[in-house]
């Protein structure tokens, strides 16, 4: 199947107030306007339809039903859609205009610094707060008419794991996963699934309360798959869990979403963990600022995803002041387009590598300044996030 | 022991207790909220807080029966509600509006003027009291009211009626007077819980304490608990209704009741034999009623409660207030009538009404019909509260 071509970010569609987006009670042979035209290529197999597991939904709930296109195809591959998302609360408006769209199976990491504007996202998503302007579908059910089924279609694994300390780890996935109307007999066979798939077989029936931070956070994503959901919405998974522990989960989640094809928005606030993700959406006070893979957003740096880093000796207000000089002088001609300055490390982000890498020591040794090592590196999502932003990312925070 | 360091820790339980501006509000108004209903209850003078209310039935409709009368509702520990035939009388103490029954028998007048002149014991003119024994106020009132009804019924009006001087007399003569003008055989007879164990009289006045506090406290953790967990706003992301988990809470606990109601009837019974007069099952639902609304008032205070501390709070004032005006501590009758609208208002009023008709009166379902439905519709009515609550509430 090609790859299903995503909305471009531009100044335009951020600011203007976007199309209605159909969902999927409404799916016909109109065409999305939000979706760009295409040839309909076969309509793509239920995720469902790919797992062992009990059929759904359950008793009593409608399920959703796809309407074959004739027309120009609605993506139906298409997990979220969000259009012009604005939060306003009280009289802070907490995100603004943002948008973009999920394809099924995908990892999206929402990536920005506490206080960005990640968790209003994940409320929006998880039908805590209602969009104040734009539209949200999510698996085909608009969130502000259709919110009980969309909740069906999602799995929610919070920041704190919000577990009942006091049960088992098998009471928690079927306390949970009966509130989808799942019998406790196909609950009970998929928690023991679920405690081999996060390696904790043997700690099924511990109370929760006496598992570890990183056991605890293995048996949050449990429960939230317990109903098997199409779509995990995940909230700072990781924070609060050491190096190790981190990229265990990571391991974990991405075979989660291979076997299963299950759609993924992780928030984080490291950088390291947002090369594991498909796309990134990188957010900064409130607003968005890039929506892409993370091979496309470096390839969007000057000098294609390389810069040149120098290491300087020293670092005091000389050093510094010269520095500044040398940043001054670089812009000016046109060796360099930015300077990032980070301790003891000074990387220069230019167009053309090789020019720049014959004038910085040039330019240095103008202004008396020597220094210990010149390298090309490659871009890390910290510098697409201080070239986009221009401001530092803290993972502290 | 540094001031600086006991300076900083009373900073900070302050800063605490601020931040929670409901806790907070709760722990300057609560005390004048628990001395309102206290004051209010309390506010009339000391004689009327043992106030009765009486029917009187003047057979004898004659000058001395009528003084009688009067004094009666001269008495502050009387208040008069009616003055009716006798079967009307029987018929309101049956339906506990009054406390006790007061019958001037026909004749009167004329046995007082006969035993006086004929001193003749047979002649001896009537007046017969029936005191409901079931609550304490009315065995302790009737007789400040008799001995100051009949005091100056015997110095004044008897004398009057029969011509005596009562002018410029001596203490001693006064005494003699009234030795020789013991005229009135009164009969007082206790009706309810006579010869009853002291469990018996004390069982309606306790068990409402009991099981209502048991469901307020039980159900008040329900919600906020999962708050205190913060296990509530991953719950809310599941498909589950608000009202779906309130009523599923509330079931578990309604089952808790039953069995807390089942406890108090079957020990009450078979180990500190009570005696139920009026029908176990009718008795069984009144517990289960009273623990029904502690049940939805502690649901509804979970719904909106922050925290344990602002919810036990809440419960505490709330079980001070239904105490002093739930006719428990303080007779109704004797409040304000303002006050009395709100005591009437409050479940452990009409539970208490219930179970002294059920378990101490041995009445049936027709003189307690009112007082189960006020319950139900009370708790039902909290519950809707608490629904409007939860959903109103941002979690």
Redesign the interface.
């Known amino acids: 199947m090609p790859p299903i071509p995503q909305p471009q970010i531009s100044p335009q569609s951020m600011t203007q107030p976007t199309s209605r987006i159909e969902t999927r009670d409404e799916r016909g042979p109109t065409r999305n306007a939000v979706t760009p035209p295409r040839p309909a290529p076969a309509r793509p197999k239920p995720v469902t339809a790919q797992r062992t597991v009990a059929p759904r939904p359950p008793a009593g709930i409608p399920q959703p039903t796809y309407v074959a296109p004739t027309g120009p195809l609605y993506a139906t591959d298409q997990m979220l859609v969000v259009r012009g998302l604005s939060v306003v609360r009280g009289k802070k408006t907490l995100v603004h205009e943002i948008d973009f769209a999920v394809d099924r199976g995908e990892i999206i990491g929402i990536l920005g610094p506490s206080g960005a504007g990640k968790t209003t996202i994940i409320k929006v998503l998880t039908t805590e707060y209602p969009c104040s302007v734009g539209q949200v579908s999510l698996g085909g059910y608009d969130l502000a008419s259709q919110a009980r089924l969309a909740k069906q279609v999602f799995g929610y694994v919070p920041q704190e794991t919000q577990l009942y300390e006091d049960l088992t780890f098998l009471q928690n996935v079927t306390y949970f996963g009966g509130q989808y109307g799942l019998d406790q007999a196909y609950l009970y066979e998929k928690a023991q699934r679920m405690a081999t798939v996060v390696e904790l077989g043997d700690r099924l029936n511990d109370k929760v309360g006496r598992l570890s931070g990183g056991q605890k956070k293995r048996v949050s994503v449990a429960t939230a798959l317990a109903h098997d959901p199409e779509f995990v919405i995940l909230d700072e998974p990781t924070s609060g869990l050491d190096p190790a522990t981190r990229r265990g989960l990571w391991k974990f989640l991405k075979s989660i979403n291979q076997s299963y094809r299950v759609t993924m928005l992780i928030t984080t606030h490291f950088l390291d963990e947002a090369e594991y993700c498909d796309k990134l959406l990188i957010i900064n006070k409130g607003r968005m600022v890039a929506y892409d893979s993370p091979r496309n957003l470096k390839a969007r740096m000057p000098g294609e995803g390389k810069a040149v880093e120098l290491e300087m000796f020293t670092l005091d207000d000389y050093v510094s002041a010269k520095l500044s000089q040398f940043e001054a002088k670089a812009k000016r001609e046109d060796v360099a387009e930015m300077v990032d300055r980070s301790g003891y490390r000074v990387k220069v982000f230019c167009t053309d590598i090789s020019r720049a890498t014959s004038r910085i020591p040039l330019l240095l040794a103008e202004l008396g300044l020597g220094f210990k090592a010149m390298n090309v590196v490659d871009t890390s999502l910290e510098d697409v996030f201080i070239y986009m932003t221009g401001e530092r990312f803290r993972e502290d925070e | 022991m540094g001031f600086r360091e006991i300076k900083h820790i009373f900073r900070n339980e302050f800063d605490v207790i601020s931040s929670d501006k409901k806790t907070f509000a709760l722990f300057l108004l609560g005390p004048i909220l628990v001395m309102a209903a206290f004051g209010g209850a309390t506010m009339r003078s000391s004689g009327e807080l043992i106030k009765v209310n009486v029917v009187i039935v003047d057979e004898d409709h004659s000058a001395l029966s009528s003084n009688l009368v009067s004094r009666f509702e001269q008495s502050k520990y009387v208040d008069v509600k009616y003055k009716t035939d006798r079967t009307t009388a029987e018929q309101l103490f049956k339906e506990g509006k009054i406390d006790a029954i007061v019958v001037i028998e026909q004749g009167f007048e004329n046995k007082v003027r006969t035993f006086y002149l004929s001193s003749s014991s047979e002649q001896k003119a009537r007046m017969d009291l029936l005191v409901d024994n079931s609550y304490f106020i009315a065995p302790v009132a009737v007789p400040l009211a008799l001995q100051s009804v009949m005091v100056d019924f015997y110095l004044k009006d008897v004398p009057k009626a029969l011509n005596l001087p009562t002018n410029q007399v001596s203490p001693e003569v006064i005494e003699q007077i009234v030795a020789r003008l013991q005229v009135v055989n009164v009969d007082v007879k206790l009706a309810y819980g006579d010869n009853m164990p002291f469990f018996a009289v004390t069982f309606p006045l306790l068990t409402p304490i009991v099981l209502f506090t048991f469901g307020l406290f039980m159900c008040g953790l329900s919600i906020v608990g999962e708050r205190i967990?913060?296990?509530l706003?991953?719950?809310?992301?599941?498909?589950?209704?608000r009202s779906e988990i309130i009523i599923g809470k509330l079931l578990l606990y309604l089952i808790i009741a039953l069995w807390h109601s089942v406890v108090v009837l079957v020990l009450s019974t078979v180990v500190f034999g009570l005696a139920v007069r009026g029908g176990v099952l009718l008795l069984f639902a009144a517990l289960f009623l009273t623990s029904y609304t502690g049940c939805t008032w502690g649901l509804f205070y979970s719904t909106f409660s922050k925290g344990e501390r602002q919810v036990v709070d809440l419960q505490s004032y709330t079980m001070i207030i239904v105490m002093v005006l739930g006719g428990i501590i303080f007779p109704i009758s004797t409040m304000p009538t303002a006050v009395q609208v709100i005591a009437q208002g409050l479940p452990l009023s009409h539970s208490l009404s219930a179970l002294r008709a059920i378990a101490v009166k041995g009445l049936g379902f027709e003189f307690v019909a009112w007082d189960l439905l006020y319950l139900l519709i009370f708790g039902t009515a909290v519950l809707l509260m608490a629904l409007i609550s939860f959903r109103l509430i941002k979690d």
């Open positions: 967990r913060g296990t706003p991953r719950l809310l992301k599941t498909p589950i209704r």
